[in-house]
């Protein structure tokens, strides 16, 4: 005697709140092939495939570097400015990538929107997360310049999973804002690139959150990557680069805020995605 066939039944959500985390569970193989996917097709016929998550952080470090460390001669703390730097590009290419795939997924995904039922979360989730492989390749990269300038391994280190976290938490919330947004307003796709664009010098990646004006530093902080980066900093360069405090709790106030925030309107909104996507 056959088994007989488990019913799904689908209701619509009572509330924003009305969270169903077994749900989520449930489809987390879809969590993986689809960020698995989004990995595949970024590198899909490049010549040297993965190698481009070193080369575009390389890059950008020496471009700093040159500009920031050679020509305006900012300080560095006695770290060097390459290190320096590229520890700071490590998040911020991971959030910025993260928000400019997650930004569009869900248009991208149209087709699995309209003929498919399954939690909408999960496509700006997995675009984040296709990330992750950057981000580790770029961490490896790291400890290789960290041995190169002579830059001692200190226990601070292990607190980078711990600023990982509040990167991704980061990346997701605002991912997630825009991706909900681009639905029913196609205009962010236009201002997404342009706000990355503009964030990477309103962040300090080229430069020590520091250099900011004692007054301006509490107000600097509500950008939520500051507390990020200079997170990375402390842990990989040691006492010199200790975070702004007060700043840095802000700053990971105002994260979980956005992420709270975030996953609350996109459920509330998600029951219309299939109609006007």
């Given at each position: 005697m056959n088994d007989p066939v488990p019913e799904l039944l689908i209701r619509p959500r009572r509330s924003a709140f009305d969270f169903d985390v077994r749900e989520l569970w449930r489809y987390r193989e879809l969590f993986v092939f689809l960020a698995w996917r989004d990995v595949l097709v970024r590198y899909k016929q490049t010549a040297i495939g993965v190698l481009w998550a070193v080369i575009q952080p390389v890059l950008m470090m020496i471009v700093f570097t040159m500009?920031?460390?050679?020509?305006?001669?900012?300080?560095?703390?006695?770290?060097?400015?390459?290190?320096?730097?590229?520890?700071?590009?490590?998040?911020?290419?991971?959030?910025?990538?993260?928000?400019?795939?997650?930004?569009?997924?869900?248009?991208?995904?149209?087709?699995?929107?309209?003929k498919v039922y399954f939690p909408r979360i999960i496509i700006p989730v997995s675009s984040t997360l296709s990330g992750i492989v950057d981000f580790v390749i770029a961490l490896l990269m790291l400890l290789v310049l960290m041995a190169w300038y002579g830059v001692p391994f200190t226990p601070g280190l292990l607190l980078l999973p711990v600023f990982s976290l509040l990167a991704f938490a980061a990346a997701l919330s605002v991912g997630t804002w825009t991706s909900a947004l681009n639905v029913k307003y196609r205009d962010v796709k236009y201002i997404v690139p342009f706000l990355v664009a503009m964030g990477l010098y309103v962040s300090p990646v080229g430069y020590m959150s520091s250099v900011v004006p004692e007054r301006w530093r509490l107000w600097y902080n509500l950008n939520p990557m500051v507390a990020v980066i200079d997170g990375f900093r402390w842990a990989v360069l040691g006492a010199a680069f200790e975070p702004y405090w007060p700043g840095f709790w802000l700053g990971a106030a105002v994260v979980l805020s956005l992420l709270g925030g975030s996953l609350l309107y996109f459920h509330s909104v998600e029951k219309s995605f299939a109609d006007i996507i």
């Open positions: 500009v920031f460390g050679r020509v305006a001669e900012l300080p560095s703390a006695g770290a060097p400015y390459a290190v320096m730097t590229f520890a700071a590009l490590i998040p911020w290419q991971f959030f910025a990538n993260a928000i400019s795939q997650s930004s569009s997924s869900l248009v991208a995904a149209q087709n699995m929107v309209q």
